[in-house]
């Protein structure tokens, strides 16, 4: 199984500021993803984050909003840029580990609860 | 593209009475099919899953089965418990390493 670190666990922020999330994985893993889950709402995919290059983002979010890094297998960040009350949300790490889809697992990190105020 | 859709909420239920949250999916091929359950004030965490046609998840009396000749993965309990209060989103995965497409989420409460 993937151990998965993401901090900081909570955050109150002020508008127009930005948050830097990470998320570190005890293992090397096949795939990372971030998501976000609004109050009262599903999880929504933001974008996967790619190894050594672009994250490739889903419709309806950017890179000058969320900005991603994965400079190894085991760790990534999601910038959440230019903060509005809008913004306030959950937001997931979640990882893939194993080759197939039968003998792959998915784990998701305890989640990063963003307050802007 | 993918997508999943489950029954509106909130479904609200006597202990012991019997559950049905109804799910379908679009996708291209073979998905794998989840749900996911979340308690309050916690994080997600797997309930069952299926990968092929025809398989049965199951997990705390909780069951679904995979059914490709309607699109649909319900989840079904049989006695449901106070302690069953929660969010369950049912999920897909197209392909191997591919994210998980979520359902917007259908909130239980169950009352003694």
């Known amino acids: 199984s993937a151990v998965i670190s993401q901090k900081p666990s909570r955050d109150i922020c002020q508008r127009g500021t930005s948050l830097t999330i990470q998320c570190q994985v005890d293992?090397?893993?096949?795939?990372m993803f971030w998501y976000r889950q609004q109050p009262g709402q599903s999880l929504t995919l933001i974008a996967t984050a790619n190894q050594g290059s672009e994250a490739t983002y889903e419709s309806g979010f950017v890179i000058d909003k969320f900005p991603i890094s994965r400079p190894n297998l085991t760790f990534s960040t999601l910038t959440v840029s230019n903060m509005s009350p809008e913004d306030s949300s959950i937001y997931l790490c979640s990882v893939i580990m194993g080759a197939s889809t039968t003998n792959e697992k998915l784990f998701f990190g305890s989640g990063t609860q963003l307050s802007v105020l | 593209g993918n997508s999943v859709t489950q029954m509106e909420g909130p479904v609200t239920l006597s202990e012991e009475a019997f559950l049905t949250i109804n799910c379908t999916y679009t996708a291209t091929g073979y998905p794998s099919l989840f749900w996911y359950v979340q308690y309050p004030g916690e994080g997600l965490q797997l309930l069952l899953k299926?990968?092929?046609?025809?398989d049965k998840g199951s997990n705390k009396g909780f069951e679904a089965t995979y059914r490709k000749e309607t699109t649909s993965f319900h989840l079904e309990k049989g006695s449901v418990q106070v302690s069953d209060s929660a969010v369950y989103f049912c999920a897909l995965r197209g392909q191997a390493g591919t994210a998980l497409i979520f359902g917007k989420g259908t909130t239980l409460s169950v009352s003694s």
């Open positions: 293992s090397q893993v096949t795939m």
């Open positions: 299926a990968t092929k046609a025809d």
